[in-house]
């Protein structure tokens, strides 16, 4: 695992915070950082909000970010994932009318934390935090309608093993500095 904040690791000389910041303002009306970190993000120049219900993992994340949300859904992302692909976000966003999530599943693996969440999942989600059901799959499995998008459909937009690409590790920041010496991020 990682020694320091993920957030702001550098990957191709760009810290992963920065490089998520940019590439989501370009696509999308409202960005908003969950953190229980408020006070080291404040100078990204983007909302910063905490959990309302804190000490519950990613899930808490998910349910804070949507619920201050200004919009009816969100496309939601991890802080080390640098080479997000916007079109196949944007091919997600279009994908959820009828849906209360969309999520890629690549090799039976989803990515929920590179998903697209309607406001519709917040009893959901509550109910889940309240009751510590914090797996987020088993989340998935509560009355919640979930649309996988197919390896075949993120296959049209790149690499999996590129877009999903998370740094958790040595080794994983390793293998990202490497995609990155191969393209623009």
């Not at 804190?54 to 808490?60: F, T």
């Not at 996988?148 to 690499?159: N, Q, S």
């Not at 690409?165 to 490497?178: D, F, G, H, T």
């Amino acid at each position: 695992r990682m020694d320091e904040n993920k957030a702001f690791v550098r990957v191709g000389g760009r810290r992963l915070i920065d490089i998520i910041v940019e590439k989501l303002n370009r696509h999308f009306h409202e960005v908003i950082i969950v953190t229980n970190e408020p006070e080291i993000y404040q100078k990204l120049g983007t909302r910063v909000v905490t959990d309302i219900i804190p000490g519950k993992g990613p899930l808490s994340g998910l349910h804070a970010g949507l619920a201050y949300s200004r919009f009816e859904a969100a496309f939601v992302v991890a802080c080390d994932m640098p080479f997000i692909d916007m079109n196949l976000a944007r091919y997600m966003v279009a994908m959820l009318p009828g849906c209360d999530v969309v999520a890629p599943r690549v090799r039976e693996r989803f990515q929920p934390l590179f998903a697209v969440y309607s406001r519709s999942c917040l009893p959901v989600f509550e109910r889940c935090l309240v009751q510590d059901k914090l797996k987020i799959s088993r989340v998935y499995q509560e009355e919640l309608k979930v649309k996988y998008i197919t390896e075949e459909d993120v296959l049209r937009f790149g690499d999996p093993e590129v877009i999903f690409c998370n740094v958790n590790s040595r080794e994983n920041l390793s293998r990202a500095q490497e995609i990155a010496r191969r393209m623009v991020i």
